[in-house]
């Protein structure tokens, strides 16, 4: 079981950096959190929230491992730590439990049909933005306003030519500023994923060139965004990507699976002082 396949949660955060908000303080709570009765901290030990997240998960899967007779249950008072064996039959477990058919044609043609904007090459847009950051503290209704209030400034039929370049200046947390926000060519693979939804992947934006008429969310903050050129790119015809679209939909049936695994393990368990997501139904395959 390869690590894009694998549910065991590594021993890290979210990987988001430094201006990421999950690492914060343990979520406030009355009762220490346990599953089936097993503590997931260690006395005075904190956890910021996500990866005690990863350690209840962790824990649900040990213990159906011992439910299995996979592994000896030491009947621990606190979650053990998993040396790489016990990770190793976790794993194995999960790969046993979660089967994942192939995509049959038919469904690899309606997923062609549906993204195909998704399958072109060579596309690429001239495009300048300005970036109203989101960090640790900052007031994000304000900086909201402040973003709307720009953007219908650069909206309106006799805004300036060079006041985008001006705000991008004067506004914008992101480097570009210094050059006005411009950002050159880019394509939907060098931007963030919400911003190449938003300007490549959008077939019935009714957008094209010009300033975009809302603001465009992302992980980073808020963007006022500009399309100055445009390189339509080429379609690629359905037998050229056949094989992507299988493993694209092998992976997401496979998410699917993996998910409501744990959700079948969680609706069967005894969670205490920790929000989980259960389910009720056998795992569907």
Not at 49 to 70: K, S
Not at 121 to 135: D, E, K, N, P, S
Request: charged share 20%; with cysteine; hydrophobic share 40%.
């Amino acid at each position: 079981m390869n690590a894009m396949t694998s549910p065991l949660p590594p021993e890290v955060g979210c990987g988001g950096g430094g201006s990421c908000g999950c690492a914060g303080d343990t979520p406030s709570s009355t009762q220490s959190p346990r599953v089936n009765g097993v503590a997931l901290l260690g006395p005075g030990e904190q956890l910021p929230p996500d990866m005690l997240l990863e350690r209840a998960h962790t824990e649900l899967l040990r213990q159906e491992a011992v439910r299995q007779g996979l592994l000896t249950d030491t009947h621990p008072d606190h979650a053990p730590p998993l040396d790489e064996a016990q990770r190793q039959v976790l794993e194995q477990m999960v790969e046993s439990a979660v089967i994942t058919p192939a995509p049959e044609l038919g469904a690899q043609e309606r997923y062609y049909a549906a993204h195909k904007l998704h399958f072109i090459t060579g596309q690429a847009l001239h495009v300048r933005h300005i970036l109203f950051a989101v960090t640790p503290g900052v007031d994000v209704h304000k900086m909201a306003q402040r973003a709307e209030t720009a953007l219908l400034e650069l909206s309106r039929k006799d805004v300036p030519a060079d006041r985008f370049a001006e705000l991008a200046r004067e506004l914008s947390n992101c480097p570009s500023s210094a050059e006005g926000g411009d950002l050159g060519w880019i394509g939907p693979h060098d931007c963030a994923p919400e911003l190449a939804n938003e300007l490549f992947f959008q077939s019935d934006s009714g957008w094209g060139m010009g300033v975009h008429p809302r603001l465009v969310h992302t992980r980073f903050g808020f963007h006022i965004v500009e399309v100055l050129g445009r390189r339509k790119g080429t379609l690629q015809p359905f037998e050229a990507v056949q094989d992507q679209i299988a493993m694209r939909m092998t992976l997401q049936s496979r998410a699917t699976a993996l998910r409501q695994y744990m959700r079948l393990l969680i609706g069967q368990a005894q969670v205490v002082g920790l929000d989980l997501e259960g389910a009720d139904s056998p795992l569907v395959q």
